[in-house]
């Protein structure tokens, strides 16, 4: 990390979904570059001003008294109203936006999951804010909003998730600096973007031997420690597909020039493909603090951790690849197929897949593991991609991509959308 010029102001930062996996890490990685800054005789060129959760209403204050205690007091959002804690400025389910809009930060760490963390997401790029966007949904529901919306307010998307971070990466090594920086259309030098997926603990074995997978077995990620939803998205390769969407977005690519490759070593992250044949990759262990780090410090390298593990190729560990059936894994043809339709197709696409999740997630008979695609595809079969004008058009397909899942599964639902059962 380059020394930071005395006269610039520390950069402030909101994290959203503050008590999740990737806000948790990312409040260890800050915690790590300011005390690098600190042992060097620096100024920290971090400060964590607010914090947002949906829920974990202890954590949120263990946090905040954390950083208080350091001297860093910070203003805290929760969107769950129950339990909120003492102190807390923001609540309700427009607290992670009435964070962002009224306390002054720089940067702000989108990690709240799904949908829900749109609002906020949007408020930051209205506002011209830098996004480290680790919340894919924001993008695959409403990547049209999104991106004309950071191109006329300045606003960087900055790479979160390892796939995404391992592209931009390798397009700065090609030179060109901030020029590289999402959103942005890449030319004709670039052929082909392809981002690896582990393949999840199915990869494999037919659809057929999983179709009555249960939840313990589809949550044992070999390579990754994950939240239960993207674990589960993994399985499946969703979480794939919605990457596939996102890639789209902060790369200006088409779908054609989107590739999956399976890799079940999960130490190539992404390629980029040159259309004179070369092909540059990113490696590296699988870390969610790596890519997060690269966020908040780059376009420097600041040194890791000294516990995180390290890439040792010369213990001889094969790097194998597959390429990614997409009859098996038709999450990866959705995604295509949302791309070329445009509009509110991905907020469906990403809503059906949520729905359906979350009833296997609650073992519910009539969704088996191999039911999930099925049902994805149902609801985008249900509801025609509308156009994308503003957040309601978002959150109206959504509900509909959630209504249709319900229905497809039987599972009865009142006028509200509610479910019983």
Same mark, same amino acid.
């Given at each position: ?302 040194? &890791?951790? *000294?516990?995180? /593990?390290? =890439?040792? @190729? %010369?213990?001889? #560990?094969?790097?194998? $690849?597959?390429?990614?059936? +997409? ?24 809503? &059906?897949? *949520?729905?359906? /999740?979350? =009833?296997? @997630? %609650?073992?519910? #008979?009539?969704?088996? $593991?191999?039911?999930?695609? +099925? ?24 509900? &509909? ?21």
């Amino acid at each position: 990390m380059a020394p930071r010029d005395a006269t610039q102001p520390a950069r402030r930062v909101i994290v959203l979904g503050s008590t999740g996996s990737i806000g948790t890490q990312t409040l260890e990685v800050i915690e790590h570059l300011c005390a690098l800054e600190r042992g060097a005789g620096r100024e920290a060129s971090l400060r964590v001003v607010g914090l947002a959760a949906g829920r974990g209403a202890r954590l949120l204050a263990h946090q905040a008294e954390a950083l208080a205690r350091a001297g860093t007091p910070v203003v805290t959002a929760l969107a769950d109203e129950v339990g909120t804690p003492g102190g807390c400025t923001f609540t309700g389910p427009g607290a992670a936006r009435a964070l962002v809009e009224q306390v002054e930060c720089d940067v702000v760490v989108a990690a709240i999951a799904g949908v829900a963390g749109l609002e906020a997401t949007l408020a930051a790029v209205r506002l011209g804010r830098a996004v480290a966007l680790a919340n894919k949904e924001s993008l695959v529901a409403a990547g049209g909003l999104i991106v004309p919306l950071a191109l006329k307010s300045g606003a960087a998307l900055l790479p979160v998730d390892s796939e995404h971070s391992a592209i931009w990466q390798c397009l700065l090594g090609l030179g060109g600096g901030e020029g590289l920086t999402p959103p942005l259309v890449l030319g004709e030098q670039v052929s082909r973007l392809v981002l690896t997926a582990s393949g999840g603990p199915f990869r494999s074995r037919s659809l057929a031997e999983v179709y009555h997978a249960p939840p313990a077995e589809a949550l044992r990620h070999p390579t990754w420690t994950m939240g239960r939803k993207v674990t589960l998205d993994s399985a499946t390769l969703t979480n794939k597909a919605l990457e596939v969407i996102e890639a789209h977005w902060l790369f200006g690519v088409s779908e054609d020039r989107l590739g999956v490759l399976i890799h079940p070593q999960s130490v190539v992250h992404s390629m980029v493909e040159l259309r004179d044949g070369s092909v540059l990759a990113q490696l590296g262990a699988p870390d969610m603090r790596v890519p997060i780090q690269f966020a908040l410090s780059w376009p420097g390298h600041a040194p &890791a951790q *000294e516990r995180q /593990a390290r =890439l040792g @190729l %010369a213990r001889g #560990a094969a790097l194998e $690849f597959f390429e990614a059936d +997409e009859a098996r894994f038709e999450p990866l043809a959705l995604a295509r197929r949302a791309i070329v339709a445009g509009g509110t197709a991905g907020a469906v696409f990403n809503a &059906a897949s *949520e729905q359906a /999740a979350e =009833l296997y @997630l %609650a073992g519910d #008979a009539r969704v088996p $593991f191999g039911k999930l695609a +099925e049902l994805a595809r149902g609801a985008m079969d249900a509801v025609a991609p509308a156009e994308l004008r503003s957040l309601e058009d978002v959150l109206c397909a959504d509900a &509909a991509a959630r209504r249709a899942v319900l229905e497809l599964a039987g599972v009865p639902v009142d006028g509200r959308g509610a479910t019983h059962g």
